[in-house]
């Protein structure tokens, strides 16, 4: 599973909601603007490190996106037929 945007309000409440219903995942990425990759998030009690959000599809076979509504619209197509890469 990935979130787009986990950086943000929406991305960080996401998270919240992720963990308080104990979602089951085996791997969680976090993608955000270049500018916050490298930041950690805390998960589960685990740190999660976030990733510069790349231009093409993503290894995951679940997106939940708030990245703003012209960088999810463009690039929603390339997450959907992208999935199932690596797990989550």
């Known amino acids: 599973m ?15 909601v992720l963990e308080a219903r104990n979602f089951p995942l085996t791997e969680l990425r976090l993608y955000a603007s270049a500018r916050s990759a490298g930041t950690r998030l805390s998960f589960k009690g685990e740190e999660v490190r976030v990733e510069a959000l790349p231009e093409g599809p993503l ?6 996106a708030s990245a703003g509504g012209t960088i999810s619209k463009a690039m929603a197509p390339l997450w959907a037929e992208g999935g199932g890469g690596g797990g989550g």
Request: net charge neutral; hydrophobic share 55%.
């Open 2 to 16: 990935a979130i787009v945007g986990a950086t943000g309000a929406v991305g960080r409440e996401m998270l919240k």
């Open 59 to 64: 290894p995951v076979d679940l997106v939940l």
